[in-house]
């Protein structure tokens, strides 16, 4: 069974940090792009952060240089280190994770392409 566990949401104001982690089980760790995913209210699930064990870690534009997504290869966990967070950062943050032999590496904020998936964990921003 495959199963991803996010932790590390919370609330904090504005220019706060949180670190959000995903610890994965039931998959090829070596071979799985992960990806951190969020979704804000009456918004679209979009693509934050992504990741392979050996190639590029990719980040959206709105959180370059804020966010900082890393891998522990030996506890199967990614985190997300969210650093001068904004208001509007609050969203609900998913981690997910595919074969990287899925889809190419171009469509890492694609949704779709994503098989499995965390249950979200809530990231509120207050100013």
């Known amino acids: 069974e495959v199963q991803l566990v996010e932790s590390g949401g919370g609330s904090v104001q504005a220019g706060g940090s949180l670190r959000l982690s995903c610890s994965v089980s039931?998959?090829?760790?070596?071979?799985?792009?992960m990806t951190w995913f969020r979704q804000a209210p009456g918004k679209e699930r979009e693509g934050v952060a992504s990741s392979w064990t050996s190639g590029t870690t990719y980040y959206d534009d709105s959180v370059k240089g804020r966010f900082t997504m890393t891998r522990d290869n030996a506890k199967n966990t990614v985190y997300l280190q969210m650093n001068s967070l904004k208001p509007e950062d609050t969203a609900v943050y998913y981690c997910?994770?595919?074969?990287?032999?899925?889809?190419?590496?171009?469509?890492?904020?694609?949704?779709?392409?994503?098989?499995?998936w965390g249950q979200g964990t809530q990231v509120t921003v207050s100013s």
């Open positions: 997910a994770a595919r074969s990287v032999s899925a889809a190419r590496v171009s469509t890492w904020g694609d949704e779709k392409t994503y098989r499995y």
């Open positions: 039931g998959i090829s760790w070596t071979s799985a792009r």
